[in-house]
């Protein structure tokens, strides 16, 4: 009876055994989600907060573009290690296509950068009075992308699939095992992309080249003008962009060049 018993515990504690193991194996996966969810959110409160316009609160087009690239560094470097910190739909597909993430994972990012710009938009709206969120300045409501007069849809279009290749170009070299011993400001590079490509096309289209960006603030105002733009333009930029880096350009990480043991570097030097 008491050798049955025996078994019977030692049964039960295998199991709670393999139970233990089995979270702590999927403990990296549910931080990788929840890291997507608050670090989308982070990033669009920041950046959003950061387009707010009225005659008691000045912007200019370069504090925007500046406080975007900002706020994707802030996002990168708190997650990073985490998720990856894509934020983005178009990031998520283009690592997909590249072969940096799995189906499975790809649609838990998409899930969580939805809820985290619906959240991190919420919040904005919760903490700001409503003339700081829809005023003269912005009337379809702060941080809501919308086409510049002077732009046609079809230019719309163009205009945030190149910025979102432009985007994906430099995320994708991030990826390249070439590049595994240069991350340290990833971050950084980032941030000051995001910024550039802002200054670039901010006026024109409002630089989204991230669906879930415009998605927040779209819903909360529910604004929709040319809403599909957002998503068209950055996913078909960012899935041909994945697609020409993979096949054209990727390298294996056994091509990485020791820099330091060259003849360009001892001759930099010698001639320094």
């Known amino acids: 009876m008491s050798q049955q018993k025996l078994r019977i515990s ?9 139970y233990l193991r089995l979270r702590r194996e999927h403990r990296p996966r549910i931080a990788a989600f929840f890291g997507e969810l608050v670090g989308t959110a982070v990033f669009i409160f920041i950046a959003c907060m950061g387009c707010v316009t009225t005659p008691l609160f000045l912007n200019s087009h370069f504090e925007l573009s500046l406080n975007f690239g900002l706020a994707i560094l802030i996002a990168i470097q708190s997650f990073g290690a985490i998720s990856g910190a894509h934020l983005n739909p178009a990031i998520t597909l283009a690592a997909l296509i590249y072969g940096a993430l799995g189906w499975a994972m790809a649609i838990a990012y998409l899930v969580a950068q939805v809820a985290g710009a619906l959240i991190g938009y919420g919040l904005l709206k919760a903490v700001l009075p409503l003339n700081a969120i829809i005023g003269v300045d912005e009337p379809a409501g702060v941080c809501v992308t919308v086409l510049s007069s ?6 719309g279009v163009f205009i945030e699939l190149l910025i979102t290749s432009c985007l994906t170009m430099v995320a994708c070299s991030v990826w390249d095992p070439r590049n595994d011993r240069l991350k340290d400001s990833v971050p950084i590079r980032f941030g000051l992309t995001v910024a550039s490509l802002n200054l670039s096309a901010g006026l ?12 927040g603030p779209a819903v909360w105002n529910n604004s929709w003008q040319h809403h599909w733009i ?4 950055p996913l078909v930029g960012a899935a041909l962009t994945s697609v020409i880096y993979r096949f054209a350009f990727k390298g294996r990480s056994e091509e990485v060049i020791e820099f330091r043991s060259s003849n360009a570097k001892i001759q930099f030097i010698d001639k320094v």
Not at 150 to 155: G, K, P, Y
Request: glycine residues 6%; aromatic residues 12%; without cysteine.
């Open 10 to 18: 030692n049964s039960s504690s295998s199991s709670s055994w393999r």
């Open 150 to 155: 002077d732009i046609s849809v079809l230019q």
């Open 204 to 215: 024109f289209t409002g630089s989204s080249m991230n669906p879930t960006r415009s998605l």
């Open 230 to 233: 957002y998503w068209v333009g």
